[in-house]
């Protein structure tokens, strides 16, 4: 209080509004940080928070089955309609479909980034970030509707089996229950390889990151004290890794449990959770089962995301 | 400048009075001055400028006329066209059977004021009172297109057309020796469970369905039975016009529900496809220039509705998307591109064994306790999920 008083006897007051309000917050550096963070406070709680609060009650009305219009009265029928085996099914498929992308993303991705992070050094490290980055740089409809054409019945996969006479394994794979069909591009297995190509690049990086921070003395000490190359991966490299995987599980698994377009280009028809809020908003009007739909992956990723806390995937953050 | 009909003064009015009293009461009775500019909810490839192709346009030429500037805001589904309808903003909407009901419902859009529209008569006298954008003798709107869901099928694989729809809904072996399992399709739409019903209606007439849209619980459970026996032989059900034109070029499919949009595109890509309506007749899409109850711009809203029936968008535009037009005279009097044998390829003959989409309502007029259009979305997604 005195710095303020003394501060206001020795500058005169300016004259002015702006001037004087300038002042003002000079006087009160309260003030100042409070109107710095409102507006992006009024953002989030408003649009973003207030998006979810609002998305979160339509969820807890239902719709009149005679007439098809909502009722805005609590209730959890709508909750219990989840529970219906074909929206049951709906929800597993799309958890399978994403836990199944995630681990296979993640297989794949450590070797990469183990070699971009260990081994490519200049040029290669450039050529690694352009090879991961470029596929992002293109259209996302194109790259799925060009793996349509890759795995159609008639498309160069099926050809390439063809000319290797392997055609045989092909279809030894694609008569397997469930996870076949009549082919690639009408299968789970298809659509799971487009999801895997779509999200890889956002499991290597993170992963890359991760094993950069590792430092190399660590995995050496390991070697020197006698650890296998085996046991050197398991219990130095990969838990020092871990919250890398984690952070790209956290991309790859929420991306793919949202996405409703792969699955309508590549896959046989058979709903996954973002075309299950699509037609029920749209088509049926039914926007609190749309609702409660959209809450099943927000669940499922508050859980993830506390495990992947538990695990460290924010610690470096 | 404008003036407006009160309640008591028209009949007519007053018949729509007792359902909407506000919106027949606002129904225009002069079309005045235009307001500058008129928008409009579309179908994708409906309102054209001759941006895609200089060849078709049914636009600049009314702008030049009217000096009102079309604005046009293109929806996918007839889901979206309420949507939007709903949010508001926009003058008019060509609305398909199946939102055309749910907007009159809604009172989104206003009674048409047929006087105004001097090419009125040329309409087709089967499309003047039909049910989708007549309620209790109103008009609301002007019929826009029509074309039937065709059954679009490989010739290299089928000798001769198939007669029924058979080869999509049962296990069969096709003239080409092989199974038509994995290499049929069909419609991803709730809608399509109306073809179903279409079907049994030819093929088990001890249902008594009386319209494909009016099922009662044992038709209903009927219908889905047929899809789900439909769905072992289905790979995939499309969606998107472009990927099922994909999938009869790469996927190896020989025959599915369509719209002779894909027939003639396939055609043109010079692939042995043709398309037919089989005895059991077919569903089939009539959509209507609708007028939203608070549209800003009334004025050329009418003038657009005379424009989209005394012009060459009739003729132009049926052979753009292969639809049928609206006013039989298109096909013949050289306004446009259209032929009477295009008019005829893309099904005017076929109007009596069409089941226009419509909306399915508990409240039906066929029998009191109707499956409403809801449930067929959830148990479509049933079917679909092999349930």
Not at chain 2, 139 to 157: A, I, Q, R, S
Request: negative net charge; contains cysteine; proline residues 5%.
């Amino acid at each position: 209080m005195s710095d303020l008083s003394s501060n206001a006897a020795l500058f005169a007051p300016r004259s002015g509004p702006l001037a004087r309000a300038v002042d003002w917050i000079i006087r009160h550096p309260r003030m100042f940080v409070f109107l710095l963070v409102l507006p992006i406070t009024l953002w989030l709680g408003i649009v973003y928070i207030g998006a979810l609060i609002a998305l979160l009650i339509q969820s807890f009305f239902s719709i009149d089955e005679f007439s098809g219009v909502v009722v805005h009265e609590f209730t959890l029928k709508t909750y219990g309609e989840l529970l219906r085996p074909y929206n049951l099914d709906i929800i597993l498929r799309t958890v399978a479909m994403a836990a199944s992308v995630t681990i296979a993303a993640a297989i794949l991705a450590f070797p990469i980034a183990y070699f971009a992070a260990r081994y490519a050094k200049g040029k290669w490290k450039a050529l690694f970030y352009v090879g991961v980055m470029l596929p992002l740089w293109s259209s996302y409809l194109v790259k799925v509707y060009a793996w349509k054409l890759v795995l159609a019945k008639e498309g160069i996969l099926n050809w390439i089996f063809a000319k290797l006479h392997l055609t045989w394994l092909l279809e030894g794979v694609l008569s397997l229950p469930v996870i076949g069909g009549n082919s690639l591009s009408v299968s789970y297995i298809g659509t799971f390889l487009v999801f895997l190509y779509i999200w890889l690049p956002y499991m290597i990086i993170p992963v890359q990151a991760a094993l950069e921070r590792v430092s190399k003395d660590l995995t050496e000490a390991a070697s020197d004290l006698g650890a296998t190359p085996r046991q050197n991966f398991r219990m130095v490299l990969l838990p020092l890794a871990l919250p890398g995987v984690v952070a790209g599980s956290i991309f790859t698994f929420s991306l793919t449990l949202g996405d409703y377009i792969v699955p309508q280009i590549v896959g046989n028809s058979r709903l996954f959770i973002g075309q299950a809020v699509y037609t029920q908003q749209g088509t049926a009007g039914n926007i609190p089962l749309a609702a409660a739909f959209t809450v099943v992956p927000i669940v499922i990723m508050g859980i993830y995301l506390w495990g992947a806390r538990k695990m460290g995937a924010f610690d470096a953050l | 400048m404008k003036q407006f009909f009160k309640a008591c003064v028209s009949g007519l009015a007053l018949t729509a009075a007792t359902t909407l009293p506000l919106q027949a009461a606002d129904m225009l009775s002069e079309v005045g001055a235009g307001e500058g500019s008129v928008s409009i909810v579309a179908w994708p490839g409906y309102i054209e400028r001759g941006e895609t192709d200089p060849a078709f346009d049914w636009v600049t030429k009314f702008e030049e006329a009217t000096s009102c500037k079309v604005e046009i805001k293109t929806a996918n589904t007839s889901d979206e066209m309420v949507a939007l309808m709903n949010e508001g903003g926009f003058d008019l909407v060509t609305a398909s059977g199946d939102a055309s009901l749910r907007l009159i419902a809604g009172g989104r859009v206003q009674p048409v004021n047929i006087d105004l529209i001097p090419s009125w008569s040329r309409v087709d006298d089967r499309l003047k009172d039909a049910p989708w954008h007549t309620v209790k003798g109103t008009h609301y709107g002007t019929p826009f297109m029509w074309g039937p869901n065709v059954l679009m099928y490989n010739t290299e694989v089928f000798g001769e057309a198939p007669k029924s729809w058979n080869v999509v809904f049962e296990e069969m072996t096709l003239p080409d020796g092989e199974s038509n399992k994995g290499r049929v399709q069909a419609y991803d739409g709730p809608i399509y469970i109306a073809d179903a019903a279409m079907y049994l209606m030819a093929h088990k007439p001890e249902l008594g369905i009386t319209s494909p849209y009016e099922l009662n619980e044992d038709q209903y459970a009927a219908a889905l039975d047929l899809l789900r026996t439909q769905r072992t032989l289905v790979s995939r059900y499309w969606h998107d016009a472009f990927i099922q034109i994909d999938d009869f070029k790469n996927e190896g499919m020989v025959a599915s529900s369509s719209w002779p949009f894909m027939v003639n595109l396939l055609k043109a890509d010079g692939l042995p496809i043709a398309s037919v309506i089989p005895q059991e007749g077919a569903t089939g899409w009539a959509d209507t220039l609708m007028l939203h109850s608070e549209a800003a711009h009334p004025n050329c809203a009418y003038m657009f509705m005379e424009h989209s029936l005394n012009s060459n968008l009739q003729s132009d535009l049926s052979v753009w998307f292969g639809a049928v037009p609206s006013v039989p005279e298109a096909c013949t009097d050289g306004s446009g591109m259209q032929t009477a044998a295009g008019c005829s390829e893309n099904g005017l003959d076929d109007f009596d064994k069409i089941k226009f989409w419509q909306t399915p309502v508990s409240n039906c007029d066929g029998q009191d306790n109707c499956v409403p259009y809801y449930r067929w979305v959830s148990d479509y997604i049933g079917v679909i999920g092999g349930r």
